[in-house]
């Protein structure tokens, strides 16, 4: 008996040392070059409480954009914070109108098959008007060319209609 116990073996094979011309005197690694390649197919199910954060989740299905102010040095985190990055003060929940400026973006034809959105893909850096940092969210609805996607243009928030698979997508940018 031997490999042939590996329900999932692929294959076995000796990686090549990628730096043979810095091993003059043999390959330092050559007793761990062998190796072997599986094909293991994963499902997982994760459970995970939001946390500090979930209260921001709960009030994008009720359409409402929040972010978290400080009442120590007065900033207003969107993305939201329970503690200040500046000066670690416990902030407090505000409520923005949900409109904002696009600082900059990335443009991508291809993405992983699992983030299941179109292509072409645009994640967006806004900064949300009463916020004094930027979020990070896609942007869509833009028509039918992205050349319209430009810095300075004004966005708001566009909130789901249809069922989620998670609460992140209750939400995305579209020029206002």
Same mark, same amino acid.
């Given at each position: 008996?031997? @490999?042939?116990?590996?329900?999932?073996?692929m294959?076995?094979?000796?990686? !090549?040392d990628p730096? /043979?011309?810095?091993?003059? +005197?043999?390959?330092?690694?050559? +007793?761990?070059?062998?190796?072997m390649? #599986?094909?293991?197919?994963m499902?997982?199910?994760?459970?995970?409480? @939001?946390? =500090?954060?979930s =209260?921001?989740?709960?009030?994008?299905?009720?359409?409402?954009? &929040?972010?978290?102010?400080?009442?120590?040095?007065?900033?207003?985190?969107? #993305?939201?914070?329970?503690?200040? /990055?500046?000066? @670690?003060? #416990?902030?407090k929940? =505000?409520?923005?109108?949900?409109?904002?400026? @696009? !600082? *900059?973006?990335? #443009? *991508?034809?291809f993405?992983? *098959?699992? $983030?299941?959105?179109? %292509?072409?893909?645009v994640?967006?850096?806004?900064?949300m +008007?009463?916020a004094?940092?930027?979020?990070?969210h896609?942007?869509?609805n833009?028509?039918? *060319?992205t +050349?319209?996607? =430009?810095?300075? $243009?004004? %966005?708001?928030?566009?909130?789901?209609?249809?069922?989620?698979?998670?609460?992140? &997508?209750? $939400?995305?940018?579209?020029p206002?």
């Open positions: 008996m031997g @490999l042939e116990l590996i329900n999932n073996l294959d076995v094979f000796t990686a !090549e730096m /043979a011309f810095a091993h003059p +005197d043999g390959d330092p690694w050559a +007793d761990f070059r062998e190796g390649r #599986i094909e293991w197919k499902d997982f199910t994760y459970k995970h409480v @939001l946390g =500090k954060y =209260k921001f989740f709960i009030e994008l299905t009720n359409h409402k954009f &929040l972010a978290t102010e400080c009442p120590g040095c007065g900033k207003v985190w969107a #993305i939201p914070r329970p503690l200040c /990055a500046d000066c @670690l003060t #416990i902030t929940w =505000k409520e923005l109108p949900g409109t904002g400026t @696009l !600082e *900059s973006f990335s #443009i *991508s034809q993405v992983p *098959s699992f $983030m299941k959105v179109e %292509v072409p893909y994640l967006a850096l806004v900064k +008007d009463g004094d940092t930027l979020f990070t896609q942007l869509r833009y028509g039918d *060319s +050349d319209v996607v =430009k810095m300075g $243009m004004p %966005v708001k928030v566009a909130y789901a209609t249809e069922p989620v698979d998670h609460p992140m &997508l209750l $939400m995305h940018f579209e206002a």
